[in-house]
Structure formats: C-alpha cells, structure tokens
C-alpha cells in the first residue's frame, strides 16, 4: 500500500495477484509467489539433442526446467502474460537465479541485459521468500548476443547462454548419468 499525494492510501496490486485471479480455478499453483507452491515437475532427459530451430518457447522452457532440474536446482516457471521472454525463477541452496529465455533468430542487444536486470530487481522478493539470499540474473537464448549486450552483462553481473553454450550445456546434459547433480549427488 502507499501513500498518495494527497494523504489517501492507494492499493496497489501485484502482477502475480492478476495472474491469480485469472488462473481457471482447475489450473495447477505455479506462482512461486504463493506461500507453498509447488516447484516445476522435472521431466526426464530427452533421448537424442533436441532441434533448437523447431523449438517452440514453451518446449524450450520445459528442456530447461528439466535442464536445471536434474543438477538439483528447484524450477518455478513464471507465468507468462504475452511477453517476449518466459522467465524460469531457479533456486539452489542460497543461490536463486532469474532466468530468462530468448527463443530469437538476429543477434540480441542491450536492451535483453536492461530486462533482465529488471526482471531480477522484481523477482528478488519472491526469491528471498524462497530461500535464496544470492540473486543473479541469466538469460538463455536460440541465438547470439551482440559486443554491446556482452559487454553490459559483464558489467552487470549477468550470465548469457547463447545459442552455442545452449547446445553444449544440453550436449552435457545428456552425457551426465540420469538423476546426477553436477556435484554427484542425487537431483
């Protein structure tokens, strides 16, 4: 709630209570805003690479749920209101990380860092209610990254995977025995 200018408090709500109040009453919980909700299923390692190019945004989301998943983070995707990018929230220990996927063909700019910083800023919260004391901000992407986005996500503390370190980190991925975090552990 805040103050106005005036003296009168104004209400204001959170992007999540839209979200859900528009959620048919039969959908699942997935905003991790929710006290108690559920964490992402993990779906299984795919058998063989996945084809990038054919790829819907949805199904990449899920590779990297699954992804992510099996090297013991917990995954809560973000629900989507037609934005450009799906946002995965992913929490290991104390590290929580705002991920931001970019299913894109030209190389992306500076623009994509500014949004992920910013979708870090908003998301903090709900990570810190999570659990996680270490927030970072990570954009994947079916694509590349041009000097100026590099450079302002080096400065900005924030991970880029393009589309050659997507493909590597799932060529891993399937190289890694089934179940096994990259520490050895169990998932």
Same mark, same amino acid.
């Given at each position: 709630?805040?103050?106005? &200018? ?6 204001? !709500?959170? $992007? ?11 959908? +699942?919980? #997935?905003?991790? !805003?929710? $006290? ?29 749920? &699954?992804?992510? #998943? =099996? ?7 973000? +629900?989507?209101? @037609? ?9 290991? @220990? ?7 996927? =970019?299913?894109?063909?030209?190389? %992306? @700019?500076?623009?994509?860092? =500014? ?9 903090? *919260?709900?990570? &810190?209610? %999570? *659990? ?14 041009? /000097? ?8 900005? @503390? ?5 589309? +050659?370190? %997507? ?5 891993? /991925? ?9 520490? #050895?552990? =169990?998932?």
């Amino acid at each position: 709630m805040q103050i106005a &200018g005036n003296g009168q408090s104004v209400s204001r !709500s959170s $992007p999540f209570d839209r979200w859900r109040r528009s959620r048919p009453v039969d959908a +699942p919980p #997935g905003d991790p !805003s929710e $006290p108690g909700a559920p964490a992402a299923r993990i779906p299984p390692a795919p058998r063989w690479v996945p084809n990038l190019t054919v790829m819907t945004s949805d199904e990449i989301e899920r590779h990297l749920t &699954g992804l992510f #998943g =099996r090297r013991g983070y917990t995954v809560w995707p973000v +629900p989507s209101r @037609g934005e450009v990018a799906s946002v995965l929230l992913i929490c290991r @220990g104390q590290q929580g990380v705002v991920v931001q996927v =970019r299913r894109w063909n030209a190389a %992306l @700019g500076p623009e994509v860092i =500014r949004a992920i910083v910013a979708a870090v800023e908003f998301h903090t *919260g709900t990570l &810190g209610r %999570l *659990g996680c004391s270490q927030v970072g901000g990570m954009v994947v992407s079916t694509s590349t990254f041009n /000097d100026e986005a590099s450079a302002l996500a080096a400065a900005s @503390g924030v991970l880029l995977w393009d589309r +050659p370190e %997507l493909e590597a980190q799932i060529q891993a /991925d399937l190289a890694r025995p089934s179940g096994a975090d990259s520490q #050895g552990g =169990r998932a």
